[in-house]
Structure formats: structure tokens, C-alpha cells
């Protein structure tokens, strides 16, 4: 009896964990589509009406020290306008984001609202966050004109996960006292002034010294000894891409059905940013780049005099006790940029869609997150790009975090040359990218040209390769 | 009758102490892998409802559409074929050195141990630095003895040379369990051999070495084991590059699922890995049988 007993215990606690095992999995499926019946059933005009109902929006975000007390902040004003409103703010690291976020989403735990990159397409393709033109239908107090042409992360003809949250853009930098030293011209300001490539070049070998303080065109300069680098391009599309637009080349083709990379102009551009590495020994190679600090810190110690990276090194260099210009990228033949950036996305799963729109709207108002656009971010509203009291407000040069030339250089510049950037643009752009990145690792090595490298990579990801999201 | 009952009163209390193993097993070893076993044949990117596709994530990776599979299983295996015997190598003689009584012994043991306690991370950017091509002590070491330097992890040819001897430097768990094993050698056998006039290396050869097979297939095992699973270095050192010539395995699996978000692909490359890993540790048990000596074992 005892025996029998014995066994049907340990059966039952057997079947019983795989009871539960199986449970999680199946409560995984079918919580997830109930989640999604559930939200295609409601409108969102239904859960808007009660205003004083007490509503709570789970907020996730990622961001410095800086930018996570900033958003509290702007969160903290925005609870006092809107009484019914508490949000509770989850800061995440930006690399572990997408992780957490899947795991909440997995453990019906998604946020109401959340910071997203590229990967929200994807969840717009899936249905699990609104499509930000059926929510800007109903909200008379802005439209969609009001935000920069090409400010817009879709993933689909008229569906959008948003316009960017806050934009930054590709940014030359430099050290001006290295300039003085070198007895040269600061980079201009205007667009219409850039460089051309050549005047660039020559500029950048003034700039560069070797151990023995030779410039790279006297005889006996070493280019295994650099010490101090002309200009260091971050050797990523943010910063190749503007020179490739430059000489009239695009990701993609006009077409969308080819990778534009590997055309002439595009190619052109890209060997010449690998030729001021491996040719004119200007700017240190992947290797060499291993060994030189992150931007503001290579400016400061003066490893190199001008910097081709992400306007976000802004925040950082203001920080830092330098004496720091901005200037016009260099051009081929006209100036071309572009705006990036995350945007806010809102979950179907959200019980209070209306109230988390009401607060991507405050967040996405430059008003009250001013001092994060004085420093890193660049408003996504056309009008304060315009207005000269609100350029005031946030782009006025005696701020810390915007140098001389700021406007100009920065705001101008890619407001009045912008183009649509890949990233949003470019449909499967992060697997494709992946794919050229690796082929190009080869062409700033200096092992192979950018046509042959490029044409490789034509090859191998010409299934990948589907078009743009605007045309 | 009485026996019977008390013994399997001990059985069920066996059971009852070493339950918290198995629920830890089941509930979270063996129940998440059977949902990832599921899950790959999903189509599931991490936030969507998984849809079934049966086998289409298998015969995508197989079939050579997913560029990236063939790509790192070469490169994985080319890592596990140069760092697997090199660092057994490596350790075993190391082992045989300080199984000497020289002066300074536990320190020596100490040293070389070290290293496998410092977390891959910390390790990762000690070896950035040495391995820097302009600045890094490899090439300036090589410098002065006249040799020409190496573009080390920044080169495609020698960025899976140059993990894997970084790997010998971490052999240091390796080398403990020969020391142990080595320890564990009686002493009258190699009395046997000095009466019989053997040489220092009769000495190796008839005893040390027979006597460490067992440890030298375990460590084997684990060795394959790690080295398919090869991941940090990736990660924080070349990114899979230069042009993916380090795309180790398990770092595509890592990219497929967290950069390309496509969980159900990933889980079946999961999947894939188990059962060539399976399938080797297999191999070498069944091959174990020809050179494994085990003391005590009539048979040989």
C-alpha cells in the first residue's frame, strides 16, 4: 500500500510541474493574443472619456544620468498639469533595452509607452503599438506638417511608429586651439562655404603630426608613429552616409531594388573616406582607432583636431574643459544630412492610449524638456527651427552645450539639406547594414577597394534588399 | 517484509532531499529548453504571438539562405580544432612543471591559476591592449627579437589564431584538474620503473600518461564543450569581425535573437548547436574506449 502510495505522490509532483511548465507556455500564446483581440475589439475613442479617473502609465526609457533626471523632471511637470496622471518611469540601459522590454512584453507586463530604435517597425508590423497617424487624427491641437519632413519612423505607407523624440545629427568637431596651433582656418560654418574634399584633405594633413612632428606630405614622415590625428570619422553609416549623399549616391537605389552603395558615386565617397586612412595617413584606421579615446576625450588630449560623429558628443564636450567649435561637414559636390533618432511609441496593450498620448506630445514639446535641447537633442517640430525666439530659447550660441557657429553649422545646415536617413528609411536596414558593415571593415583596412567590397556585398544581401518605407 | 519497508523509507527520503535539484531541473532547465524547442519551430520575434512555421527556420539555415550559419560554424570549428589540444597541451605540461617540487611551488600555482578567475571581460581588454597592433606588448615583444608584427584580432586571417591563444592564458582550471590527477598517480609505479632503469621519459610515457587519460578525456570534453560556446571575446573584442571572420557561433545566435530580433530562428540555431555538441561528445566516448586507461579495469 505504501509502496503504491510512494509512487503516485511522486507522479502527481511530476505531473504537476508539468502542468506548470506547459501552463507558462500556453499562458504565454494565449495571454498574447487575448492581449491583441482585446485592443483590436476597443477603440481608442472608449477609453479616453473618463479624464478623472485616476490613470497610471508605466513609462520606459533609456539615457544618461543627465537625460534620466531631465525626463523625470519633464515627467514631474507634466503630472502637475494633468492631476489624474501618476507615470511611473522605468530606466533601463540602452543595451539591455530591447531584452527587458521583450521579457515584459512576454510577462504581460508591457509599459503603456516606451523609447524605441529601430526595432519598432517590427512591432508595428506585429500590431503591438498604435500607428501614430490614427492617433494624431484625433487630436486637433497638432498635425502631422507640424513635425520635420523627414522626422517620421514608418513601416508602412501612412503607418508610423512617430516622428523622431528628439533628433540629433552627423557633426563635424574640433579643437580650435590645435587649429591656432597649426596656424589654419576653423572649419566654415555655412553650408554654402563647405569644404570641398580637397581643401579638407590638405586642412587635415596641417593637422596631422608624426612623432617627430612631421606632416604627412615632408619626406621621412613615419605613418606607423602618428601622434596626433588631422580628424577621426566614426565608421558608421551616420558618418559616411552624408558624403555619399553628397556625391549623389543613396543606401538604396531610387528604385529601392538595389543596394546604392555599391553605384559609382556612393563607392567614390566611401573609398575617399578610406584613402584619408590608408592614402593621405589623416585619420587612424579601425586598429589605430582601438587605441584612441572616445570623441571628446580625443579632442581634449589632443590625439585629434576635427571629429566626423554624432551630434550627441555635444553633451560631452561642454562637459569637458576644451576649447571646441562645430563646422560644416565636408562636401563632394552639394551639402546633404540628415536628422536621427528614437521616437515614442505607444502599446495597444495600453489600457489609457489617450493619456499616454497626452504624454509623448508634452515629452515631444521641446518646452518642457528644454534642457535636454540645449546640450543633446534637437527639437522635431518645424517651427522651432523657424521661429527666432524659440531658436533662441534652445540653439543660442552662449549656451554651454551650443559653440559658435552652432546654428549655422548644425541647425541650418541639416535643416535646410535634409534628407530621409537609411535607418528609418531602408526597409530590414539593421540586417542589411550588418551585411555592409562587415564588407566594409575590409575597405578601411585597406585590403580591398570599396567597389569590390561593395559589389560583394550587393551579392549576399540581395534578398534583404525590399525598398524604402517612403517610397 | 520489515527490510523491504525501511529501505524504501530511505528511498522516498532520498528523493524528498534531492527534490529541489530535480524541480530546479525540470523547472528551469528542462522546461524552458522544450519551449525553446517549440519555439523554433516559430515564427517569433521576441514580442509577436509565435505562429507555427514547422521547419522552415531549419531549412533556412541549412539551406544556405541565412549567409551567416555556414560562415560561423567554420569559424567556430577552426577555433575549437586550434584551441582545444593546444590548451590541453598547454595545461598538462604546465601541470607536470609544477607538479615538481620546486621552490615557490604554491605561488607559481597561484600565478598560473589566476587568470581563470578574472572574469572574460576584464580579460578581453587586458588582451585589446596587448594585442594592439601599434602599441600593444606582442608586437613590441616580437619587435625587439626581430620578428614582424601581427595585425593580431584586427587582421580576417588572424583574428581566430590570436583568441585562441589568448584562450591558453585562461587554462588555469585545466591545469588544477591535472595537477589533481597527476597527484593521484602512485608512487610505487614509477619505483617499479627507476628499479627497472627507466629513463625521466619511459617514466612520462609508461606511466604519467596512461595514468592521466581519464582526466585528459574529460577535460577534452569540457574543452569542446567550452570552445563551441565561445562568446565574450566576440562580443567585446572584434564584434565578429573584421568582415565576420570571428562570427563564433554562439555570438550569431546572440545577434540573430537580440539584433535581428528573430527569437524562433535563434532558438533552432540553439538547437543546431546541442546536437553537434551532442553528437562530438558523443564521438569521443565512443572513440574513449581505444585510449582511455582506467585503473582497476580488468579489460585492458
Given at each position: 500500500m505504501r509502496k503504491r502510495s510512494g509512487t503516485k505522490t511522486i507522479l502527481f509532483v511530476f505531473?504537476?510541474?508539468?502542468?506548470?511548465?506547459?501552463?507558462?507556455?500556453?499562458?504565454?500564446?494565449?495571454?498574447?493574443?487575448?492581449?491583441?483581440?482585446?485592443?483590436?475589439?476597443?477603440?481608442?475613442?472608449?477609453?479616453?472619456?473618463?479624464?478623472?479617473?485616476?490613470?497610471?502609465?508605466?513609462?520606459?526609457?533609456?539615457?544618461?544620468?543627465?537625460?534620466?533626471?531631465?525626463?523625470?523632471?519633464?515627467?514631474?511637470?507634466?503630472?502637475?498639469?494633468?492631476?489624474?496622471?501618476?507615470?511611473?518611469?522605468?530606466?533601463?540601459?540602452?543595451?539591455?533595452?530591447?531584452?527587458?522590454?521583450?521579457?515584459?512584453?512576454?510577462?504581460?507586463?508591457?509599459?503603456?509607452?516606451?523609447?524605441?530604435?529601430?526595432?519598432?517597425?517590427?512591432?508595428?508590423?506585429e500590431d503591438l503599438i498604435y500607428n501614430f497617424f490614427d492617433l494624431i487624427k484625433e487630436d486637433p491641437s497638432i498635425k502631422k506638417e507640424d513635425y520635420l519632413e523627414y522626422g517620421w519612423w514608418n513601416w508602412d505607407t501612412d503607418k508610423s511608429a512617430g516622428p523622431y523624440q528628439a533628433a540629433v545629427v552627423p557633426s563635424l568637431m574640433y579643437n580650435a586651439d590645435m587649429f591656432q596651433d597649426a596656424g589654419v582656418e576653423v572649419p566654415p560654418t555655412k553650408a554654402s562655404e563647405a569644404w570641398t574634399w580637397d581643401e579638407f584633405v590638405e586642412t587635415a594633413k596641417k593637422l596631422t603630426l608624426d612623432r617627430n612632428g612631421k606632416h604627412p606630405d615632408e619626406a621621412g614622415f613615419d605613418p606607423k608613429n602618428i601622434k596626433q590625428y588631422g580628424v577621426k570619422f566614426s565608421l558608421s553609416w551616420i558618418s559616411y552616409m552624408p558624403l555619399v549623399l553628397s556625391n549623389g549616391g543613396d543606401y538604396l537605389t531610387d528604385d529601392g531594388k538595389e543596394l546604392g552603395l555599391a553605384k559609382p558615386e556612393a563607392a567614390e565617397a566611401i573609398q575617399k573616406i578610406a584613402d584619408l586612412i590608408n592614402v593621405h595617413h589623416v585619420a587612424p584606421s579601425p586598429v589605430q582607432a582601438s587605441?584612441?579615446?572616445?570623441?571628446?576625450?580625443?579632442?581634449?588630449?589632443?590625439?585629434?583636431?576635427?571629429?566626423?560623429?554624432?551630434?550627441?558628443?555635444?553633451?560631452?564636450?561642454?562637459?569637458?574643459?576644451?576649447?571646441?567649435?562645430?563646422?560644416?561637414?565636408?562636401?563632394?559636390?552639394?551639402?546633404?544630412?540628415?536628422?536621427?533618432?528614437?521616437?515614442?511609441?505607444?502599446?495597444?496593450?495600453?489600457?489609457?492610449?489617450?493619456?499616454?498620448?497626452?504624454?509623448?506630445?508634452?515629452l515631444t514639446d521641446p518646452n518642457n524638456v528644454l534642457e535636454?535641447?540645449?546640450?543633446?537633442?534637437?527639437?522635431?517640430?518645424?517651427?522651432?527651427?523657424?521661429?527666432?525666439?524659440?531658436?533662441?530659447?534652445?540653439?543660442?550660441?552662449?549656451?554651454?552645450?551650443?559653440?559658435?557657429?552652432?546654428?549655422?553649422?548644425?541647425?541650418?545646415?541639416?535643416?535646410?539639406?535634409?534628407?530621409?536617413?537609411?535607418?528609418?528609411?531602408?526597409?530590414?536596414?539593421?540586417?542589411?547594414?550588418?551585411?555592409?558593415?562587415?564588407?566594409?571593415?575590409?575597405?578601411?583596412?585597406?585590403?580591398?577597394?570599396?567597389?569590390?567590397?561593395?559589389?560583394?556585398?550587393?551579392?549576399?544581401?540581395?534578398?534583404?534588399?525590399?525598398?524604402?518605407?517612403?517610397? | 517484509m520489515k527490510q523491504k519497508r525501511v529501505s524504501f523509507k530511505n528511498e522516498w527520503n532520498g528523493i524528498l532531499f534531492a527534490l529541489p535539484a530535480i524541480l530546479g531541473l525540470l523547472i528551469f532547465t528542462l522546461g524552458p529548453m522544450l519551449y525553446s524547442l517549440y519555439m523554433s519551430f516559430t515564427d517569433y520575434s521576441g514580442s509577436n504571438v509565435p505562429t507555427f512555421v514547422g521547419l522552415d527556420n531549419y531549412t533556412r539555415i541549412f539551406s544556405g539562405e541565412d549567409q551567416y550559419f555556414y560562415k560561423s560554424l567554420r569559424v567556430t570549428v577552426y577555433f575549437v580544432i586550434l584551441s582545444v589540444p593546444s590548451g590541453i597541451i598547454y595545461s598538462f605540461l604546465l601541470a607536470l612543471l609544477l607538479n615538481r617540487d620546486v621552490k615557490g611551488k604554491a605561488i607559481f600555482r597561484t600565478i598560473f591559476y589566476l587568470p581563470s578567475?578574472?572574469?572574460?571581460?576584464?580579460?578581453?581588454?587586458?588582451?585589446?591592449?596587448?594585442?594592439?597592433?601599434?602599441?600593444?606588448?606582442?608586437?613590441?615583444?616580437?619587435?625587439?627579437?626581430?620578428?614582424?608584427?601581427?595585425?593580431?584580432?584586427?587582421?580576417?586571417?588572424?583574428?581566430v589564431p590570436s583568441l585562441a591563444m589568448m584562450n591558453l592564458w585562461t587554462t588555469g582550471g585545466t591545469m588544477i584538474i591535472f595537477l589533481a590527477g597527476l597527484q593521484d598517480i602512485p608512487r610505487s609505479l614509477y619505483e617499479a620503473i627507476e628499479i627497472d632503469g627507466g629513463s625521466r621519459f619511459d617514466k612520462l610515457w609508461a606511466i604519467t600518461v596512461p595514468m592521466m587519460t581519464p582526466t585528459i578525456f574529460f577535460n577534452l570534453i569540457i574543452g569542446i564543450i567550452n570552445g563551441f560556446q565561445i562568446f565574450a571575446q566576440a562580443h567585446v573584442m572584434t564584434n565578429g569581425g573584421p568582415n565576420n571572420a570571428s562570427l563564433f557561433y554562439v555570438f550569431y545566435l546572440y545577434r540573430e535573437a537580440f539584433q535581428f530580433s528573430r527569437m524562433g530562428s535563434a532558438s533552432a540555431i540553439a538547437w543546431v548547436l546541442f546536437i553537434i555538441i551532442m553528437a562530438l561528445t558523443f564521438i569521443v566516448f565512443k572513440t574513449s574506449r581505444k585510449w582511455v586507461y582506467y585503473e582497476g579495469d580488468g579489460s585492458r
Amino acid at each position: 500500500m505504501r509502496k503504491r502510495s510512494g509512487t503516485k505522490t511522486i507522479l502527481f509532483v511530476f505531473l504537476a510541474v508539468m502542468m506548470i511548465v506547459t501552463a507558462c507556455a500556453n499562458g504565454n500564446n494565449d495571454s498574447g493574443q487575448s492581449k491583441n483581440t482585446a485592443v483590436n475589439g476597443n477603440s481608442t475613442k472608449d477609453k479616453s472619456s473618463g479624464t478623472n479617473e485616476q490613470v497610471k502609465l508605466k513609462f520606459t526609457f533609456w539615457g544618461s544620468p543627465q537625460e534620466k533626471k531631465a525626463v523625470e523632471d519633464a515627467i514631474k511637470a507634466f503630472e502637475g498639469i494633468h492631476k489624474n496622471i501618476t507615470i511611473e518611469p522605468v530606466h533601463i540601459t540602452g543595451t539591455d533595452f530591447l531584452q527587458k522590454l521583450n521579457a515584459m512584453i512576454a510577462g504581460n507586463e508591457a509599459p503603456d509607452l516606451s523609447y524605441s530604435a529601430a526595432w519598432k517597425l517590427k512591432m508595428g508590423e506585429e500590431d503591438l503599438i498604435y500607428n501614430f497617424f490614427d492617433l494624431i487624427k484625433e487630436d486637433p491641437s497638432i498635425k502631422k506638417e507640424d513635425y520635420l519632413e523627414y522626422g517620421w519612423w514608418n513601416w508602412d505607407t501612412d503607418k508610423s511608429a512617430g516622428p523622431y523624440q528628439a533628433a540629433v545629427v552627423p557633426s563635424l568637431m574640433y579643437n580650435a586651439d590645435m587649429f591656432q596651433d597649426a596656424g589654419v582656418e576653423v572649419p566654415p560654418t555655412k553650408a554654402s562655404e563647405a569644404w570641398t574634399w580637397d581643401e579638407f584633405v590638405e586642412t587635415a594633413k596641417k593637422l596631422t603630426l608624426d612623432r617627430n612632428g612631421k606632416h604627412p606630405d615632408e619626406a621621412g614622415f613615419d605613418p606607423k608613429n602618428i601622434k596626433q590625428y588631422g580628424v577621426k570619422f566614426s565608421l558608421s553609416w551616420i558618418s559616411y552616409m552624408p558624403l555619399v549623399l553628397s556625391n549623389g549616391g543613396d543606401y538604396l537605389t531610387d528604385d529601392g531594388k538595389e543596394l546604392g552603395l555599391a553605384k559609382p558615386e556612393a563607392a567614390e565617397a566611401i573609398q575617399k573616406i578610406a584613402d584619408l586612412i590608408n592614402v593621405h595617413h589623416v585619420a587612424p584606421s579601425p586598429v589605430q582607432a582601438s587605441s584612441i579615446p572616445a570623441p571628446a576625450t580625443a579632442l581634449q588630449s589632443k590625439k585629434v583636431a576635427m571629429v566626423i560623429d554624432g551630434s550627441w558628443n555635444h553633451l560631452d564636450l561642454s562637459k569637458a574643459n576644451i576649447n571646441w567649435g562645430v563646422g560644416v561637414l565636408p562636401i563632394l559636390k552639394e551639402y546633404k544630412s540628415f536628422f536621427l533618432g528614437g521616437s515614442l511609441i505607444i502599446f495597444k496593450s495600453s489600457k489609457h492610449p489617450k493619456e499616454a498620448w497626452e504624454f509623448s506630445k508634452f515629452l515631444t514639446d521641446p518646452n518642457n524638456v528644454l534642457e535636454m535641447h540645449q546640450g543633446l537633442w534637437m527639437p522635431q517640430l518645424t517651427k522651432w527651427y523657424e521661429d527666432p525666439q524659440l531658436i533662441d530659447s534652445w540653439a543660442n550660441e552662449e549656451l554651454s552645450g551650443r559653440p559658435i557657429g552652432f546654428q549655422d553649422a548644425v541647425m541650418r545646415s541639416t535643416f535646410e539639406h535634409a534628407e530621409p536617413a537609411p535607418e528609418n528609411n531602408v526597409k530590414n536596414f539593421v540586417e542589411i547594414d550588418a551585411a555592409v558593415a562587415a564588407s566594409l571593415d575590409q575597405v578601411w583596412l585597406g585590403t580591398k577597394s570599396a567597389e569590390e567590397a561593395l559589389k560583394e556585398a550587393e551579392e549576399r544581401i540581395k534578398p534583404l534588399v525590399q525598398g524604402t518605407y517612403l517610397k | 517484509m520489515k527490510q523491504k519497508r525501511v529501505s524504501f523509507k530511505n528511498e522516498w527520503n532520498g528523493i524528498l532531499f534531492a527534490l529541489p535539484a530535480i524541480l530546479g531541473l525540470l523547472i528551469f532547465t528542462l522546461g524552458p529548453m522544450l519551449y525553446s524547442l517549440y519555439m523554433s519551430f516559430t515564427d517569433y520575434s521576441g514580442s509577436n504571438v509565435p505562429t507555427f512555421v514547422g521547419l522552415d527556420n531549419y531549412t533556412r539555415i541549412f539551406s544556405g539562405e541565412d549567409q551567416y550559419f555556414y560562415k560561423s560554424l567554420r569559424v567556430t570549428v577552426y577555433f575549437v580544432i586550434l584551441s582545444v589540444p593546444s590548451g590541453i597541451i598547454y595545461s598538462f605540461l604546465l601541470a607536470l612543471l609544477l607538479n615538481r617540487d620546486v621552490k615557490g611551488k604554491a605561488i607559481f600555482r597561484t600565478i598560473f591559476y589566476l587568470p581563470s578567475i578574472v572574469p572574460i571581460i576584464a580579460i578581453s581588454f587586458i588582451w585589446l591592449w596587448l594585442l594592439n597592433p601599434d602599441l600593444g606588448l606582442a608586437n613590441e615583444l616580437l619587435g625587439a627579437l626581430g620578428f614582424p608584427g601581427s595585425q593580431w584580432i584586427f587582421g580576417e586571417k588572424s583574428v581566430v589564431p590570436s583568441l585562441a591563444m589568448m584562450n591558453l592564458w585562461t587554462t588555469g582550471g585545466t591545469m588544477i584538474i591535472f595537477l589533481a590527477g597527476l597527484q593521484d598517480i602512485p608512487r610505487s609505479l614509477y619505483e617499479a620503473i627507476e628499479i627497472d632503469g627507466g629513463s625521466r621519459f619511459d617514466k612520462l610515457w609508461a606511466i604519467t600518461v596512461p595514468m592521466m587519460t581519464p582526466t585528459i578525456f574529460f577535460n577534452l570534453i569540457i574543452g569542446i564543450i567550452n570552445g563551441f560556446q565561445i562568446f565574450a571575446q566576440a562580443h567585446v573584442m572584434t564584434n565578429g569581425g573584421p568582415n565576420n571572420a570571428s562570427l563564433f557561433y554562439v555570438f550569431y545566435l546572440y545577434r540573430e535573437a537580440f539584433q535581428f530580433s528573430r527569437m524562433g530562428s535563434a532558438s533552432a540555431i540553439a538547437w543546431v548547436l546541442f546536437i553537434i555538441i551532442m553528437a562530438l561528445t558523443f564521438i569521443v566516448f565512443k572513440t574513449s574506449r581505444k585510449w582511455v586507461y582506467y585503473e582497476g579495469d580488468g579489460s585492458r
